[in-house]
């Protein structure tokens, strides 16, 4: 007999797998507001600081602004590598829910391809 939707969500283990998975993609979003907010804050409130030279010509400003785009690839990387082991575990879990059956990727085809089939007709 398979598992209910209530039985899956009240397992201990995917209530562990949706706890990790909020705070992983929490502490990113978090992580990179408060990035994306010390511009504006040391602008108005480290003149001094961010109009030092750091490399040759290139202000504490000016890099700070750059480095936005580092961390938001490296923020981005970071979830992208965290999140294969997410899907790996709903995968797991909706193997689960549907007992091992023909696996998911199938039964989502075959719920795909039923309405592009009627609307051929």
Not at 26 to 36: D, H, I, N
Not at 51 to 65: D, W
Not at 113 to 121: C, K, L
């Amino acid at each position: 007999m398979r598992p209910s939707v209530a039985q899956i969500a009240e397992d201990p283990k995917f209530r562990t797998f949706l706890r990790k998975k909020v705070f992983v993609l929490w502490t990113v979003v978090v992580l990179f507001l408060v990035f994306y907010m010390l511009l504006p804050i040391f602008a108005g409130y480290a003149k001094p600081l961010m109009a030092k030279y750091v490399l040759g010509f290139v202000t504490f400003g000016y890099a700070f602004g750059l480095l936005y785009y580092l961390v938001a690839w490296g923020l981005a990387y970071v979830y992208v590598v965290l999140s294969r082991g997410f899907d790996r575990d709903a995968r797991a879990f909706a193997e689960k829910a549907t007992n091992g059956a023909s696996g998911t990727a199938s039964a989502l085809s075959e719920a795909t391809a039923a309405p592009s089939a009627e609307a051929a007709r």
